[in-house]
């Protein structure tokens, strides 16, 4: 174990973790300087190509975040979400105790497949319209949905960039998640649900039935459908896709082959190649995971592990331990980023469950959930949230600002975390 080197090394990454953090700096151009840096003094200092670094990265974790990115940008494209969205207000005929049911639901949905800041970017400003038609605020709306979109996140390995980059580390399929967190996820959902229509949306004044009339009248989802067929297809492509990833073990094979064929049908329709297509896509998250593997990769070379070996776990209750780091992670994951939080840490359970022995159920769960359900302790935990208060504001939205979202959004993250506390505590009695 080489200390000096270590303790560079974690500068390196607290530069990087500071650099996504601040919006003024350059993110992707320092999180490249620190991998190229510390990926230099380990190599020279351990004797280390850096093609050997290169092995670090979990090339399948990129693989299906750029096809999801793809997939996700065809769906928009194509006005799936907002057929969705409109549809959903039909469906409820204007009652808000439904459509705030079933919006919260959908959005919960879309969010375990479709990445949740772009599920907001479409879906709030549809909500903030049917609201502003209906005579409405959209305040206690836009929380339910940003509330809910984290607990989506818990659904499937692919929902977001920390599950596909834990999945991928542990091999875990949907399957896994099917069968150890739907149970508990859809229950805390609708528990999220209940209170907010208890505690916030039943104390506002009620929809005015004549402009219920109206705007039921008006709002019409078949508008939203540029081309019937090419929509239609890219729907049932889609979940067919989510089908497929429930059942093919390869989850990255799904994703390409799934994002390729999609792309070649569509540019029949929209003439977008995949060049066009690739030119939308977020490489600087892409590169800046990539960075993120290689400083890990660097660490691990350095010692990183046997900083916890030292330690008597052993002696630890696994149901305790569980728990601590269930809370643990939360706290962190609600200041620092997801994604270094949970490639930080992917070394430190993985020593616990194959070095230690501990049971591998209660640790994943401990840090699947707490990865996701802590970026609600605080609006900056989480950039859906963010996203969310930033359409409010650029709408005009009374009722949601940084206080109301800061103060529900931490006791929503808290209720979630004492729930998950408890779910935890059960599943150490049956597989601990």
């Not at 105790?97 to 970017?121: G, H, P, Q, R, S």
């Not at 994703?255 to 896509?281: C, F, R």
């Not at 691990?300 to 209750?317: K, V």
């Not at 359970?349 to 996701?372: C, D, G, H, R, Y």
Request: glycine share 6%.
């Amino acid at each position: 174990m080489d200390i000096p080197l270590l303790i560079l090394l974690f500068i390196l990454f607290a530069l990087v973790i500071a650099s996504y953090s601040i919006a003024k700096l350059d993110f992707v151009a320092i999180s490249l300087i620190c991998m190229f840096y510390g990926a230099t003094i380990t190599g020279l200092k351990m004797g280390i190509e850096f093609s050997e670094f290169i092995g670090y990265v979990e090339w399948e974790a990129i693989i299906i975040i750029l096809s999801m990115s793809i997939i996700t940008k065809i769906a928009q494209d194509s006005n799936v979400l907002e057929y969705v969205a409109v549809k959903l207000f039909k469906i409820s005929r204007g009652n808000r105790k439904v459509f705030l049911y079933l919006l919260c639901t959908i959005t919960t949905l879309l969010a375990a497949i479709i990445t949740d800041v772009v599920v907001v970017l479409i879906l709030a400003p549809v909500v903030v319209r049917l609201c502003h038609f209906l005579k409405i605020r959209s305040g206690t709306y836009l929380l339910g949905m940003t509330i809910c979109i984290n607990i989506g996140s818990i659904i499937t390995p692919f929902s977001s960039g920390e599950n596909i980059i834990i999945s991928t580390a542990f091999g875990l399929d949907t399957g896994y998640f099917f069968q150890y967190y739907w149970i508990f996820s859809f229950l805390l959902l609708f528990l999220t649900i209940f209170l907010i229509d208890k505690y916030m949306l039943s104390k506002e004044p009620n929809i005015d039935e004549e402009q219920k009339r109206f705007v039921l009248e008006l709002v019409d989802a078949d508008v939203m459908i540029k081309n019937k067929k090419i929509f239609y297809f890219n729907s049932i492509a889609i979940i067919i896709t989510i089908i497929l990833f429930a059942i093919l073990p390869l989850l990255y094979l799904t994703a390409i082959i799934s994002a390729l064929i999609l792309v070649l049908v569509n540019k029949a329709y929209t003439k977008k190649s995949m060049g066009e297509l690739l030119k939308d896509i977020e490489w600087e998250i892409i590169f800046f995971f990539i960075s993120l593997y290689i400083i890990i990769g660097c660490l691990l070379q350095a010692g990183f592990r046997d900083l916890f070996l030292g330690i008597p776990f052993e002696l630890f209750n696994p149901v305790l331990l569980s728990l601590i780091l269930l809370i643990f992670i939360s706290l962190i994951s609600g200041f620092v980023a997801n994604t270094p939080t949970a490639l930080i840490f992917i070394p430190i359970v993985s020593t616990l469950i194959e070095t230690f022995n501990f049971p591998s159920v209660p640790l994943l769960f401990a840090f699947i959930f707490a990865i996701n359900l802590g970026g609600n302790l605080i609006p900056q935990g989480a950039a859906a949230d963010m996203m969310t208060l930033k359409v409010a504001q650029d709408s005009g939205v009374e009722n949601l600002n940084y206080k109301r979202l800061l103060k529900s959004g931490a006791v929503f993250a808290l209720i979630h975390i004492l729930c998950s506390l408890l779910y935890l505590f059960v599943l150490n009695l049956f597989v601990g």
